[in-house]
């Protein structure tokens, strides 16, 4: 498996960014899926991205054009880069990867989205 350390979150007002970095303790060029979810009060963990090895992404519909994910391999990292923020947004964002062993995650990173 893999350990898995997010950072970057915190608080920001509507309409602005922030980059959220996944740092992996392994090489991850290898790993089938990389991904990033979020889990907000009160609801259940979703999907927000994920990349494959290949480098294919993928969104739920209601996150395409403000969330982008890529992967740094070199750095054994991935990012997910949010923009145009909404409080609905606001969650706790978890790193995650996928292969033959299984999952892993990360420990979150709380984004909190206010004015």
């Known amino acids: 498996q893999v350990q898995l350390v997010e950072s970057g979150g915190g608080l920001v007002q509507p309409g602005g960014s922030l980059r959220l970095s996944c740092a992996a303790s392994r090489i991850i060029f290898s790993i089938n899926v990389m991904g990033w979810y979020r889990q907000a009060p009160g609801k259940q963990r979703e999907l927000v991205a994920f990349?494959?090895?290949?480098?294919?992404?993928n969104y739920p519909d209601s996150l395409k054009g403000r969330f982008t994910i890529s992967r740094d391999n070199a750095k054994n990292t991935v990012y997910l880069q949010m923009n145009s923020l909404k409080p609905e947004d606001t969650a706790v964002y978890y790193c995650n990867a996928r292969d033959g062993w299984g999952d892993s995650w990360g420990q979150g990173t709380q984004v909190t989205v206010s004015s």
């Open positions: 990349i494959t090895r290949a480098g294919t992404t």
